[in-house]
């Protein structure tokens, strides 16, 4: 990693450009409405899964799914642990270790796994792969060929299957890109979080826009059309001028998607957040700010609004999803592949069959163990109820096509709206009152600030919610 120092970065820092006006957002509205709540990437969250669900029950849903679903197709994740070093700021699942031959390991046991698996998994071809981490460019690129080929050997890939995959620019070389490319990846998704050299020396992440803009032109250079860069408001030392400067450098770059995350602090989740120091995080309405200025940028430079905190040019395919309503969401966030089965393999990965969530053991030890000794390392699940089933399919709805048609919903599970929700349609009055969302006999309607609050409006359907407020200390704040 090149050494970064304050002075290198500021040399490379943009004049700040003038802004496109947006129109006003209520202020006072969105800081009311900016609690906590879940991202909605399942339902139910989480949170409200138990160990009800295990090997044996996950191995039902795939046997059924495969049995009496063949043709449903199916998405494959693989979770990557492994990162060189340890951003502090991250609340993602990670191993932080410079032993590349600790991945030889870890991939002996996923394909362990997949052995498992591989008498109960459907012949159905996948649609979409996706490798997530951590940071699964930490695999050498023989570590990719050996994985990639491990996959073919139990799936079927479609031809136009998407393939993505997160990289950190700081460690994905040349050698990388050329051999995702040759695997077929046909999607990057790199971090960047801040380029600022206060903000990047608080996180413990040194990555300069230049190294990035030069990363970028190579995946160019290597056939990827399909770029997106993560960012994240409310990191400490963050402020509007800093930030400004990043959005501008990330724009220039031109990716495809952006995603600009609010930044999670849970340190007693994420103890390396401890080194985090908290008087120098922004306040709500800084972070209001940060937020409210990365909108305005993003959408003065053409960006489309996918939903909660993701862009993508309108020429896009998730763009052009969330314009003629066939988006769809799950746990690789949002995306254009709907109703696929979802197969997840590596230690925390969460797969989605047949109305069965489960999700894998948490920790590396137990994760072999249970591999080592021939059982599925399914840890904790849920299997939709029929309730479950119709709230998911409603809070899909908000998420990905920000309202709710009734008549839909009533034809599909036979159920009438207005009698089923009249719990959820009270508590929805007040955020009306607020214009948050439009409510008639009809439909439920977003209004653009509600679908920024989108997910305050998704919990007024969610029956596993923890009642009490410090049950939502959990979840992620909304804005
Ligand atoms: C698993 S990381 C993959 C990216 C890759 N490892 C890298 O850092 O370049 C996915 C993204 O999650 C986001 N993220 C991680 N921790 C977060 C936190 N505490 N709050 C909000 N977003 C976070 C970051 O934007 C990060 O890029
Ligand atoms: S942000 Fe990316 S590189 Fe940094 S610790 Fe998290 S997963 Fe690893």
């Known amino acids: 990693m090149s050494k970064v120092t304050d002075k290198d970065a500021t040399l490379e820092m943009d004049p700040v450009k003038p802004r496109f006006e947006m129109p006003d957002l209520p202020v006072d509205v969105l800081k009311r409405y900016a609690g906590r709540g879940p991202r909605y990437t399942s339902y139910p969250p989480a949170t409200a899964w138990s160990t009800a669900v295990g090997p044996d029950e996950y191995r039902a849903a795939l046997e059924h799914a495969r049995d009496f679903a063949p043709n449903r197709p199916q998405s494959v994740y693989v979770h990557i642990p492994f990162c ?99 695997l077929g990846f046909n999607r990057l998704s790199m971090g960047v979080q801040d380029f600022d050299p206060h903000v990047q020396l608080a996180i413990h992440r040194l990555q300069t826009a230049t190294q990035t803009a030069a990363f970028v032109k190579r995946c160019r250079a290597h056939g990827f059309q399909s770029l997106n860069v993560d960012l994240v408001y409310g990191l400490p030392k963050q402020d509007r001028e800093n930030f400004a400067r990043t959005l501008n450098s990330v724009c220039e770059m031109s990716p495809e998607r952006l995603a600009v995350y609010g930044y999670a602090h849970v340190p007693w989740v994420k103890p390396s957040q401890k080194k985090i120091d908290e008087a120098t995080l922004p306040g709500p309405d800084l972070r209001f700010d940060l937020f409210r200025d990365a909108l305005e940028v993003f959408l003065s430079e053409g960006y489309s609004y996918v939903g909660m905190d993701h862009f993508a040019k309108p020429d896009d ?134 679908r920024i609050l989108i997910r305050t409006l998704a919990m007024a359907f969610d029956a596993h919610l923890p009642k009490a407020n410090d049950g939502l200390a959990r979840f992620s704040a909304t804005v």
């Open 84 to 182: 060189p070093s340890h951003c502090w700021f991250c609340a993602c699942n990670v191993l932080i270790t410079d032993r590349t031959d600790l991945a030889d390991v870890y991939l002996d046991h996923v394909e362990m796994e997949l052995n498992l698996l591989r008498p109960s998994l459907s012949k159905a071809p996948v649609a979409q792969l996706h490798w997530g981490g951590g940071s699964p460019s930490y695999l050498t690129p023989a570590q990719m060929k050996r994985l990639h080929d491990l996959l073919k050997t139990a799936f079927t890939f479609a031809p136009d299957a998407e393939q993505s995959i997160e990289v950190d620019p700081r460690i994905t070389t040349e050698d990388h890109l050329a051999m995702l490319a040759e």
């Open 317 to 450: 395919e998730l763009a052009i999803a969330a314009g003629n309503g066939t988006l769809h969401r799950n746990f690789m966030g949002y995306t254009t592949r709907a109703g696929t089965d979802l197969v997840a393999l590596g230690m925390t990965a969460i797969s989605y069959v047949d109305g069965t969530f489960a999700q894998n053991q948490h920790k590396l030890n137990p994760y072999y163990r249970e591999v080592q000794s021939g059982k599925l390392p399914v840890t904790r699940g849920w299997r939709l109820t029929r309730d479950d089933e119709i709230r998911s399919s409603l809070i899909q709805d908000l998420m990905c096509r920000g309202g709710v048609t009734k008549r839909d919903l009533e034809k599909k599970f036979g159920i009438d709206f207005d009698t089923y929700f009249a719990d959820a349609l009270v508590s929805l009055q007040p955020l009306a009152k607020d214009e948050l969302c439009t409510l008639t006999a009809e439909r439920i309607e977003a209004t653009f600030v509600g």
